[in-house]
């Protein structure tokens, strides 16, 4: 008992000197100490050799205060020589922190005068980092859960290894000195420069607030990205921006690596109120952007093309051969748009396609009305080709190459756009469907009426090209089935309360509980889930084409044939009932049944 | 001359003595009459009593377990206060400190180890307290209120180490008591308001870190102290840990003096335990407090050495749009979170709680007075099989939701 006393003792002893032991040696004693040696070896007089032998390890801070937090930066305990000219030419950490014009500092009578003092800035203001930290790990930032690691020089061993190299570099300091340097040609900053260029050129901000810059709703507010985002996240997000957030619609941008460095640098200077401004300096940057307007010098058509270019509409539009790859073609818009669809799309895209990812852009009236004009004008019909040529002009950006709905701009488009492949849906339907889908376009989606840009033998060639191609299986008769014109069960409260009863029991899972075709099981299910309350949609639809989803399902989709499960005809026409009170467009909405 | 000098020195060792005795009331003890009085004469040692019976001190009955609870309380109270001149209850500041105690903080990150790892220890510790209290059967009468004030302290241990998993603010305290605080949801009638009380608000965020906290330091801290307070007490006034029965019953020792006349306050401790024969007993002093003392510095050094080696898990700040996938509770709430997996209400509300009600009903439902102060008593065979196997299952769900379940909760193979 005693010697098991002892031992156990005598482990408490042990620990607690290792602790202190940890806690009490401190490595950068090592450093000050060399630093002291060298310096001495180094000086003339002695006037300087008793000031150096004066002085002994201890912890050196500066105290920075006029840059927002109070900034403890204590890198000088390691980085002793940092203000020592003779130590220009020494390893870290006893190398003097390198002196150039670039930085503003100057030499008179041959010293250098910095001017960045680090009394003034500490050292934490410019670099980033733990200023309080005393051991390398946690001081440069290194713990992967520090918020802000010394920019461009430390990678947190938890950042995407693919991109990782490309975080470094002191160019991403510019994100720092872009906090007191707000000037947008300030040419210490280039990188953030191209960045805010990138950040109109690209349409960022049409989706992203940047309080002072923008005010898109669509996407995240960016106004304090740089606080809240590390650089690896800023670049992944921009890269691929479906890695951490699996339903973001974002597109991936076409940017070389530049590109998306001078953006993530941007970004990363974007902190809200900074250093150099105060709440009426963003006020009036808010003002004087909102208030941009690129009055071309000749009205109508020309001024919008000119817009066109000026707002950076192919960053994701395709115009004749500028391609953006994210959005529809709009080089035949005046064959299949007329111009109040245009002008109602352009102040709110989801009031024609309610899935639209298309951001509300906020540019004065007479801009929308010269571009609309222009579009308008855009009546050139396509050279006569071989279906197939029509079909790769026309269709194959949303369609795809194998017709399999893959497109380059599919990715983009709610509703997606019908996949050929599949058979089973493509021989359950008339084929005189098919061709009032291509001649009238199906509202509601991006599927536009063709029929002012081909003709009716075109439409039928076009189309006798994709069963042919892409479905291949030779279309089978089609089984008559027992389906009412008109919804026999007519419109009641009671009626309607029964649908969403059966449509809150049955539905839900896939067609959501919103009935936005977005419910739990929709993302694992392709085509998507209609969006039920796409009115457009809906109301192009005849009660015959309801009864038949519901009754017999939709071959080649996720729909099954609810007859099998149990509904009856009069639950069906509940059902309809149901759905079109949610679609009414005025009077009795959806909440009259309350 | 020299009587002066002598007589000086005596002033003088008189006057230290003076202070001395003033403080304590004893020399350090060399007879069996100074150990009994340094005993009873001692706030701090006044606890024990001056005799125990030579059963108490043995290692394999108690294997230290009460105790070891108790002298991890003690570190979690002192490391505890500690941390809480460091600590800032808030979304905003609470994360930062964490790295702040990691990176900067003399001692800081040491602190913590030895705080979590306290923590963990506790829990496991007062629950093999429990196992031990029953296997040896000794919540019979007369200690079955102290196994319901035990069963109390259970509870109130796991609502502590509970409350102190949201504290850091990362990624796995916020899933964790999300996680946990939407099992207690499951309750019938009161569980969604149990939950918002507990949150004071429906999402965990800065109300209920500012609860769990205020919780974790005060609350919950002073509710155990009491509770202790009462357990121990209850211990001498039932008559010292419990033992095996007597081997023959003693014949009552008659009294000399006329009952109508004295009363000696001894009379009110029910199975006392009055010195019995002198071979059966040894004193408090040294005896007693050489093997407290041996268990706190064994405790004290084993989490010494654990928090030496391991640090304490701090995860991404909270992200409250990306759940880990799975979202676990704290492990000694995986096997709730386990069967919960199965049946929401049963899994999470159901069957605890009729396990916490057979606990507490224990000593009152098992009538056998057989089987006291042994290890698997014979005589106890069919309460400790059940027991056990109860025990062994809470286990193996533990064992199963830590390591062998997955993203969306489905099977997986650690190995």
Redesign the interface.
Known sequence: ??L??AI??F??LI??G??FYD?FFHKWEKHQTAYFEQARSLTKNEAERAALEARSPKIEQYIVTSFGDTHVDRCGTCHIAVDDPRFAGYSEPLKSHPYSAALGDVQRNGRWERRHRFADFGCTVCHGG?G????TE??HGQ?E???EPMLGYVVQANWRKDFAPRLKGKEYMEANCAQCHTSENFAGTPNVNRGRKLFYAMNCYGCHKIDGMSEGTLGPDLTEAGKKYKVDYLWESIVEPRA??ATSFMPKFNLGENDVRALVIFLKSRRGVNFAETEMDRYKAHVANVAVVIPPGTAGEKAGEQLIQDRACTACHKLRDSDGGIAPDLSYEGLIRDPQWLMDHFKNPRSRIPDSIMPTFRFPDDDFQRITAFLASLKTPPPAMTPAGTYKALCERCHGEKGDGNGKVAWYLDPAPRDFTRAAFMNSKPKERFVASIGNGVPGTSMPPWKNALKPDQVDAVLAYALQTFTKEPAKSLKPRDLPETNPVASSPDSIRHGEQIFLDRCTGCHGRKEDGKGPNSLDITPRPRNLRNTAFVESVNDKRLFESILYGVQGTAMPPWIDYGLSKNDVGDIVNFIRSINRKSGSGQYARN | MSIQIEEKGQTRTTALQGIWTSVFRNPWPSTDLERSSTSFTNFFLHIHPVKVHKHTLKPAYTLGLGLISFFLFLILVVTGILLMFYYVPSTTQAYDRMLDLRGTVAFGIFLRNMHRWSAHGMVAMVFLHMCRVFLTGSYKKPREFNWVLGVMLLLVTLFLSFTGYLLPWDQLAFWAITVGTSIAAYAPLIGKEIQFVLLGDSTVGQEALLRFYVLHVAVLPAVLGLLVAIHFWRIRKDGGLSRPEEPTPRPPTPDPRPPSRIYGLQGFVRGAFNGGAPEDSVFSWPNLLLAELFVFVLTVSVILVVSLLFHAPLEEPVNVMHPPNPAKAPWYFLGLQEMVSYSAFWGGVGVPGLMVMLLIGVPYFDRNPKGVGRWFAKERLLANTVFLSLVVLNIIFIIVGTFFRGPNWTFVSPF
């Open positions: 008992m005693r098991a006393l156990a003792s482990v408490v620990v607690h290792v602790v806690q733990q309080r930290g005393l051991e946690y001081s713990d859960y520090w918020p951490n957030l």
